[in-house]
């Protein structure tokens, strides 16, 4: 494709520099990735890997690997011989750019964001468990991965930046994909890593506190999240709508903030979509929905608490709103089994309940451990730490959560990253309330606090393990450790039936 033609939409062009009836046969953020004939954006800054980077340093870098042409926001000079461009807002620009060059892959496809701090990974996976149920074939963008009908690539974010999207889009184009369903991180909503896209439905799940160490403060974290439902009908797609939790005290505000009509849903508050009549067992839950029109539906859940009776809602309204018929929603709903790292039980044969969940926020840990207790009939021993180099306000009331929800209590690492796990674990107990707390202990090894638990528990009881979920690593300073709370768990109950059977 010409240079020219890639630059053809874009607002803020500053000046060029050189030719551009040039061929560009590729076009990347990432030195490392540029070859022959690459266009090389160099962005100011941008996140990659919790490290902020400055794309200009690498131009030169860039240029020597093939590259015949370089975008950029900073004028910078270079020795190699090129076409250069500066543009205003390279973030915007590289959307559109990569838009362009593949061939504008979500054109037809129904696109669906899911927003909000716990709940969107399950959300997303219901949702295409409800397209699948009625014929269709959908694609995910997310946390646990990245899936393209049946195959599952590795996840490197939860939004990938612009060009990765358009790149993975036009993967699923290529397959079929007629759904594309993504959740929309704040991270990647504030960083325009999904500018360009034009949705058919945004879901919001619900708004509680994370990653303030980014966003600064809960009302620039809203913000970040509402940019989703301001960019409804703002491109080509009229027929577009918000999906919005009635119950979470954030609903006016995200109301207000879109031009779009709105269904709501929820279990407390009048909603379009009401959940009612609800039982919650140790196998499964159950509830009934009410519809517009006085339609219903009876719903068997095989996945537990009342936080996914909200996801599975959420999910209800986007089939709902989408034309599918009530047979398929239900069959989808009813025959999701889960997702990995999601209060995902892990069976050993050891007798008694362990559970691996995501829960890295006060309010996920909260709901995560109350549910947890609904299913004990003795102890609920919980492990939990707080990550390295993220919002440190939230360690001491996650400290409070769990020793107040739990009867036993293992503190211990997440992902220190650059940060002294011990320093991070005093931040924990420095939110316990001795005279509401549980008994407790800290162990900095994550294994060692994982094993601890299991040998605790008895019959009846219920191991929480939260904070890692899907993981399997653990960031130690700048490394990727291989570590997963699952296999933590298969190891110590193989190391005990084998210690067993010698005895």
Known sequence: MLLQELLKYIPDVHWISGRVDIEVKGLTYDYTQVKKDFLYVAMEEYLIHNIWIDGHKYIEEALQRGANSVVMEKDIPVTTPCTRVQIGDVKKALACMADKFYGYPLKGIKVIGVTGTNGKTTTTHLIRAIFKAGGHNPGVVGTVGYFIGDEKLPAIYTTPLSLDLFQLAAQMRDQQVDVFIMEASSHGLDLDRTYGIDYDVAVLTNVTRDHLDYHKTVEAYKKAKMRLFQSLGAYEKEQVVGIINADDPSCSLFIQATQAPVLTYGIQNPSDIQGYDIRLGPMGTSFKVRLPQD?????????????????????????????????????????????????????????????????????????????????????????????????????????????????????????????????????????????????????????????????????????????????????????????????????????????????
């Open 295 to 503: 339609r219903h539906l009876e719903i068997n859940l095989k996945i537990l608490g009342l936080f996914n009776v909200y996801n599975a809602l959420a999910a209800i309204a986007v089939g709902y709103s989408q034309g599918l018929n009530l047979e398929a929603i239900q069959k989808g709903i009813e025959g999701f089994t889960g997702i990995e790292g999601r209060f995902e039980m892990v069976d050993c044969g050891q007798g008694f309940p362990v559970i691996v969940d995501y829960a890295h926020t006060p309010d996920a840990l909260e709901t995560i451990l109350k549910t947890a207790r609904g299913i004990k009939t003795g102890k609920l021993i919980t492990v939990f730490g707080c990550g390295g180099d993220k919002d440190k306000g939230k360690r001491p009331l996650m400290g409070a959560i769990g020793t107040t929800l739990s009867d036993y209590c293992v503190i211990t690492s997440d992902n220190p990253r650059s940060e002294d796990p011990w320093a991070i674990i005093r931040e924990i107990e420095a939110g316990i309330n001795p005279g509401t707390a549980c008994p407790f202990e800290s162990i900095v090894d994550r294994r060692e606090a994982i094993q601890k638990a299991l040998s605790l528990a008895q019959p009846g009881d219920v191991v929480v393990l939260a904070g890692k979920g899907h993981e399997a690593y653990q960031i130690i300073g700048n490394q990727k450790i291989p570590f997963s709370d699952k296999e933590e768990v298969k190891k110590f109950f193989a190391a005990e039936s084998k210690n067993q059977a010698k005895n």
